[in-house]
């Protein structure tokens, strides 16, 4: 099965383009999250406040570069945050789009594609804050996700993501961000079953709001 995967949920837009296969052991299939993945085309690209203008041409790109066109996909895979709210929409929207063209789309918590087996993970929340979760030995989620100060953070050692935040967190950090195939593997338990309503991990409210009154125009 070929899959777009796309996330806009840190500062790093990412757009790749995988193959997905399940292999078999004595002619039995193995679980799904043993599906092998083999990345044809990816481009991670530092959007800051960009990911409407770049992912689309990003999607071209890696679609070309590996032969194909959007009807040939069979699913999407798309990173639901945690992350800043517009961002989180362009990748979120833009995934909901393709998948009435391609089929289903499937998402994943964004933190779960960064680094693999037992870890902590921090990316930037903005406001002098950080995203965070924590992962046991075989890579599942046990805390998080969060946000919070880095000095607050129950992050444990090795933490990987964001190292900019290594010595408001009191530990060493490794510098990992998302990729397409910590996306597949992500979303590969959830391939056989239908796909889940896209719910954006937000976490805390839009830093912009609507004025609470409005005010009285003078003439």
Same mark, same amino acid.
């Given at each position: ?15 790749g383009v995988a193959e997905v296969t399940s ?43 590996? %032969? /194909? =066109? !959007?009807?040939?996909?069979? @699913?999407?895979?798309? #990173?639901?945050?945690? *992350? $800043?709210?517009? %961002? /989180? =929409? !362009?990748?979120?929207?833009? @995934?909901?789009?393709? #998948?009435?063209?391609? *089929? $289903?789309?499937? %998402? ?112």
């Amino acid at each position: 099965m070929l899959v777009l995967a796309l996330d806009t949920a840190t500062p790093t837009l990412v757009a790749g383009v995988a193959e997905v296969t399940s292999r078999t052991v004595d002619g039995a299939l193995v679980l799904p999250a043993q599906r092998s993945v083999r990345v044809l085309a990816e481009r991670a690209l530092p959007s800051g406040n960009r990911h409407a203008e770049l992912l689309t041409p990003a999607v071209r790109e890696v679609l070309a570069e590996a %032969g /194909l =066109r !959007v009807r040939d996909l069979g @699913a999407l895979v798309v #990173g639901l945050g945690p *992350g $800043p709210f517009t %961002g /989180l =929409r !362009v990748g979120i929207v833009t @995934a909901a789009a393709l #998948g009435d063209v391609v *089929g $289903p789309v499937y %998402g994943v918590c964004s933190l779960d594609a960064v680094g693999d087996g037992a870890r902590s993970v921090v990316t930037d929340a903005r406001r002098k804050e950080v995203h965070w979760a924590v992962y046991d030995a075989d890579g599942q989620r046990v805390a998080g996700p969060g946000v919070d100060r880095p000095e607050e953070a129950p992050v444990t050692e090795p933490v990987v993501g964001d190292d900019r935040f290594a010595e408001r967190l009191g530990r060493p950090v490794t510098p990992t961000e998302v990729t397409t195939a910590g996306l597949l593997r992500a979303a590969a338990p959830l391939f056989d079953r239908p796909p889940a309503p896209l719910e954006p991990l937000y976490l805390r409210r839009p830093d912009a709001v609507p004025p609470a009154a409005r005010k009285a125009v003078s003439r």
